[in-house]
């Protein structure tokens, strides 16, 4: 009961936090919107193409803006050293980098699940597809949160160039991204490719916490 | 054996080793060349271009061969505590990434003739594509990080994380329908190619092993060193 209480008093302080800082979550959604309209304005505004590459570009900007928030996410912890609070309060290093995952999940790639029929009106696909869309989207969607766990928490030492951080969460991506635009052009093999993806998130969510927790408790040692 | 882990053994084996392996390297690979240029008849379809095979196997092979040494390196620092695998992991990845890149170009130049094209998206070309960009984050992490001690564990953690992409690369073109062919040199079978052109191949495959063996050995030499006056 009293593990339960600290992962609640946990994820209030994640939601107090994230509700405070709601104009960068509001911004992220807006670098996804102007990106969708610059895509519109290099490709022309012909309907066919637009609704042919659009699931396409709604994964790649996905995946760009989910990157941007990357920085946030053990940074700030770790500098007011809220990380090591934590880990004193009983939680092992590599259950707090599933708690701060689900935390990802739960207040920045939400807010993208909302704002995907908004996209979808945008960029003209029909909507059969978008129930696919939704299914796909959410599972990518914490496939990548832990990958921006593993490498955010790769980074923490890293003073000089984190922009590698997202280098390294796009290289392994990209099976994710081969599978799941695969879900929307082809329907009727569905099945087997949820299935994948499927497995690509539990293989994800298996090697997190070991690497995550490890890294985290690295920088910890040797701050 | 001990050579393998310790650092001042290595050491010792290294001045013991560095100077035949490099007149090895020297007479193989001119040997090689000799065979390659010379020694070595046309491809009844290909033409002359079929010579560049001799410089893009054996060198997309050592480039898996490395990436799969540092796996094997990272688990035994990471797992049974062993530093000198921090060692060979700062060392080996340029050479490895030289490797692909050599792998890639020679491929490449090969392509416009035959296919028509310098790069296709085929599964093949995409993920050793991907083992380079692997590599070069490789490379920058040792650049940007300035604690040592944090630095070696990350980048050994991201080369057993990466590690995935290996089976890809060898596999791919027996799970997907590429355009690269499939491998022709195979342990369980005969090979498909003639004594011909398999012997310059397995000549230029030793060579190119010795010539990466002595920037490695230099290389991991230099490292110990900077690691011993506390430079790196």
Redesign the interface.
């Known amino acids: 009961m009293k593990f339960l209480n600290k992962i609640v008093s946990f994820y209030y302080r994640e939601y107090k936090l994230n509700l405070s800082g709601l104009q960068d979550i509001l911004t992220n959604i807006i670098f996804f919107f102007i990106s969708i309209f610059i895509f519109i304005f290099s490709i022309g505004p012909d309907r066919e193409t637009i609704s042919l590459i659009g699931v396409g570009i709604l994964w790649t900007l996905l995946l760009l803006s989910s990157t941007l928030s990357l920085r946030k996410f053990y940074q700030d912890d770790f500098e007011n050293g809220n990380l090591l609070i934590t880990h004193l309060n009983g939680f092992s290093f590599g259950f707090i980098a599933i708690l701060k995952t689900f935390s990802h999940f739960l207040f920045v790639q939400i807010p993208f699940l909302l704002s995907i029929p908004i996209a979808c009106i945008l960029l003209n696909i029909v909507n059969d597809k978008l129930i696919y869309l939704f299914i796909s989207f959410s599972i990518g969607s914490l496939i990548l949160s832990c990958l921006g766990s ?1 490498s955010s928490s ?1 980074n923490l ?5 984190f922009l ?1 951080g997202s ?2 969460v796009m ?2 991506s ?1 099976p994710v991204i081969i599978f799941s635009v695969g879900i929307i052009n082809m329907e009727e093999n569905f099945n087997s490719l949820i299935n994948i993806l499927f497995g690509i998130l539990l293989i994800v969510f298996a ?1 997190n916490p070991w ?1 995550s927790g ?2 985290l408790k ?2 910890l040692e ?1 701050n | 054996m001990m050579f393998l882990i310790n650092p001042n053994k290595f050491n010792k084996a290294a001045d013991f080793l560095i100077k035949p392996i490099l007149v090895l390297s020297i007479i193989l690979f001119s040997l090689g060349l000799l065979f390659s240029f010379y020694l070595s008849p046309e491809d009844y379809q290909q033409g002359s271009t079929v010579r560049i095979m001799y410089v893009h196997v054996p060198s997309a092979w050592l480039a898996l061969l490395t990436y799969a040494i540092m796996t094997l390196y990272s688990i035994a620092a990471l797992a049974f505590r062993i530093p000198f695998g921090f060692i060979i992991n700062t060392a080996v990845a340029p050479i490895g990434g030289i490797f692909t890149l050599i792998c890639i170009i020679s491929g490449s130049f090969w392509g416009k003739p035959m296919w028509g094209t310098w790069w296709v998206w085929d599964a093949r070309l995409t993920s050793v594509a991907i083992l380079f960009i692997i590599y070069l984050v490789i490379i920058f992490m040792n650049l940007s990080f300035e604690n040592r001690v944090v630095r070696e564990k990350v980048v050994a953690i991201f080369v057993l994380v990466g590690s995935i992409n290996l089976p890809i690369v060898k596999f791919s073109v027996d799970w997907w329908n590429t355009l690269h062919q499939p491998a022709t040199i195979s342990k369980l079978s005969k090979p498909n190619i003639d004594p011909s052109m398999m012997i310059p191949l397995i000549i230029m495959t030793f060579a190119f092993a010795m010539i990466g063996l002595v920037i490695a050995i230099l290389r991991i030499k230099t490292e110990i060193i900077s690691r011993k006056s506390n430079l790196g």
Do not use: G, K
């Open positions: 593993i790769m030492m890293n003073q000089r160039n590698l280098v390294i290289i392994f990209i090697i690497a490890l890294c690295l920088s040797n």
